[in-house]
């Protein structure tokens, strides 16, 4: 499982996992406030949120070069882009300062709860068989017919996305610039459910020419890879084995984050 439905919205499935294992936080300082100390519960609360800011400003300290050319993307955090570990220091480090020593167990206590709670949910939405690049014949924007397995041989980055979804049109110059400057890692830009004048016409209108723009008008890609919403992300490597998937907008910091896995 890759995300959660909720209608037409589609939810990543880690960011569901990391909601409910700070609610499991949340709810344990409060019980304990009770039980223990009343002190739990602001506790509880300021953890989490400066966990939260730790691992943010973790992650744009580590693709600092990325977010200087715009330092207003520190805050589009619903793109993602969080480093737990940084996280895990920033609210480890608040608790070792306002909980005395003699109710570190305590806060221990809640902190394992809330990592077995996002293990456990980890074990349920992981795992499953292998998935690997379709052998799905596609037309390209010029009308040449493409088989997706064609592709294997280089790292490939496939993009499903549409022309009149938003987060879409946000990504694709972003997408379609790191494809031009990464050439030893194909692209493949999919558009779902389009037909050609349509995704001609955005793209020439946003002035952008991407090698390789695939027309899928049925879906057949969403439906083989089982894609949840719009825009999703697969990543394969040379021989099509899939490494990772993203759904929702990629920010720069991510996309090169995946780039680098993938090689």
Same mark, same amino acid.
């Given at each position: +499982?890759?995300?959660?439905?909720?209608?037409?919205?589609? $939810?990543?499935?880690?960011?569901?996992?990391?909601?409910?294992?700070?609610?499991?936080?949340? $709810?344990?300082?409060?019980?304990?406030?009770?039980?223990?100390?009343?002190?739990?519960?602001?506790?509880?609360? @300021?953890?989490?949120?400066?966990?939260?800011?730790?691992?943010?400003?973790?992650?744009?300290?580590?693709?600092?070069?990325?977010?200087?050319?715009?330092?207003?993307?520190?805050?589009?955090?619903?793109?993602?882009?969080?480093?737990?570990?940084?996280? $895990?220091?920033?609210?480890?480090?608040?608790?070792?300062?306002?909980?005395?020593?003699?109710?570190?167990?305590?806060?221990?206590?809640?902190?394992?709860?809330?990592?077995?709670?996002?293990?456990?949910?980890?074990? /349920?939405?992981?795992?499953?068989?292998?998935?690997?690049?379709?052998?799905?014949?596609?037309?390209?924007?010029?009308?040449?017919?493409? @088989?997706?397995?064609?592709? /294997?041989?280089?790292?490939?980055?496939? @993009?499903?996305?549409?022309?009149?979804?938003?987060?879409?049109?946000?990504?694709?110059? +972003? +997408?379609?610039?790191?494809?031009?400057?990464?050439?030893?890692?194909? !692209? &493949? !830009?999919?558009?779902?459910?389009?037909?050609?004048?349509?995704?001609?016409?955005?793209?020439?209108?946003?002035?952008? &020419?991407?090698?390789?723009?695939?027309?899928?008008?049925?879906?057949?890609?969403?439906?083989?890879?089982?894609?949840?919403?719009?825009?999703?992300?697969?990543?394969?490597?040379?021989?099509?084995?899939?490494?990772?998937?993203?759904?929702?907008?990629?920010?720069?910091?991510?996309?090169?984050?995946?780039?680098?896995?993938?090689?």
């Amino acid at each position: +499982m890759d995300a959660v439905q909720l209608g037409p919205l589609a $939810i990543p499935w880690t960011r569901v996992q990391v909601a409910l294992a700070l609610l499991v936080l949340v $709810i344990t300082g409060e019980v304990l406030a009770r039980k223990v100390d009343r002190r739990f519960s602001p506790w509880a609360y @300021n953890a989490v949120f400066l966990g939260l800011v730790g691992a943010r400003l973790g992650f744009v300290l580590e693709n600092l070069p990325v977010f200087a050319k715009d330092p207003l993307s520190v805050l589009y955090v619903w793109q993602g882009g969080f480093d737990p570990v940084w996280g $895990i220091l920033a609210g480890g480090g608040y608790t070792l300062m306002v909980v005395p020593k003699h109710l570190w167990r305590y806060a221990l206590v809640a902190a394992l709860l809330a990592g077995l709670t996002a293990g456990v949910l980890f074990t /349920r939405g992981g795992g499953g068989q292998e998935v690997r690049l379709p052998a799905l014949e596609l037309s390209a924007l010029g009308g040449t017919p493409v @088989n997706l397995e064609d592709f /294997r041989g280089k790292p490939l980055v496939l @993009n499903t996305w549409a022309t009149w979804c938003p987060p879409c049109r946000r990504e694709l110059p +972003m +997408m379609v610039r790191l494809s031009q400057e990464h050439p030893g890692v194909r !692209f &493949a !830009f999919v558009s779902q459910g389009e037909g050609p004048a349509v995704v001609k016409a955005f793209l020439e209108g946003q002035g952008l &020419a991407p090698e390789w723009v695939l027309l899928d008008p049925e879906t057949r890609v969403s439906q083989a890879l089982g894609v949840q919403g719009l825009p999703t992300t697969f990543f394969f490597d040379s021989s099509g084995r899939l490494v990772a998937r993203h759904l929702g907008e990629l920010s720069e910091a991510l996309l090169l984050g995946y780039l680098r896995v993938l090689r």
